[in-house]
């Protein structure tokens, strides 16, 4: 069965501090993997990465994907109180549907 | 552009009523996603349509579901009988070519409680 596990569950920093955020997947037929933000309602997208080893940069945040050993990275530098989320990790599929895969998200708090 | 927008965004029925969900996704988006997230656990995809056809209804619990997309435009997920087990939040999501790996478009969710 497919399956993608985050870690930590649930992470408090301070304001300024980095972070990062693991995701690791044993999905059949992989394609892709994404990072989605949630505040209160919608998960908002993030990024997505099909290459192994090439970073994607927004702003203070970043990914990498590793497709072998299967895991990706999430970074975020300076971290600010907005930063607070539940951040979830999805592998994609190349075949059927293209469903998501979600992991469990990790919570993340910056306290001021 | 508006996102993906669903209706209602909380419900509370109790068990054995029905309840119907409803998803308009990104206009032009052929591709229409729902997912459940059950408390404590995580997003479960629970089927796909292209268009008004389904694609993939691996993920329908049981079949106290019945999703339908008539006319390949806005979505309804009904309910009937409500289970407890049921209650949980009912994602859509709204893509426009997954072939070409597009993002997956995500609406606020809807939160179904059945008492």
């Known amino acids: 069965e497919d399956k993608v596990v985050q870690s930590p569950l649930s992470l408090v920093v301070h304001e300024g501090d980095t972070v990062t955020l693991n995701c690791s997947y044993e999905?059949?037929?992989?394609?892709?993997l994404l990072w989605y933000k949630q505040e209160k309602k919608a998960p908002t997208f993030l990024f997505m990465l099909t290459s192994s080893g090439i970073e994607k940069k927004s702003g203070r945040l970043s990914s990498i994907l590793d497709k072998k050993e299967l895991f990706s990275i999430l970074n975020i530098t300076a971290t600010q109180t907005g930063d607070s989320a539940v951040y979830l990790c999805a592998g994609s599929l190349i075949q059927g549907a293209q469903k998501l895969v979600f992991g469990q998200g990790t919570r993340l708090t910056i306290n001021p | 552009e508006a996102g993906v927008t669903q209706f209602p965004s909380h419900s509370v029925i109790e068990k054995g009523q029905t309840v119907t969900l409803r998803c308009d996704p990104i206009?032009?988006?052929?591709?229409l996603y729902w997912y459940r997230r059950v408390m404590g656990k995580e997003i479960k995809f629970l089927l796909h349509?292209?268009?008004?056809?389904?694609?993939?209804e691996s993920g329908m619990p049981n079949n106290r579901f019945l999703a339908e997309r008539t006319g390949g435009t806005y979505s309804t997920l009904k309910v009937q009988p409500a289970e407890l087990e049921d209650s949980g939040v009912y994602f859509c999501?709204?893509?426009?070519?997954?072939?070409?790996?597009?993002?997956?478009?995500f609406g606020p969710g809807t939160r179904l409680t059945v008492l």
């Open positions: 206009s032009g988006h052929d591709n």
């Open positions: 999905v059949t037929n992989f394609r892709s």
């Open positions: 349509f292209v268009k008004e056809s389904k694609q993939d």
């Open positions: 999501a709204s893509s426009q070519d997954p072939e070409a790996a597009d993002t997956q478009y």
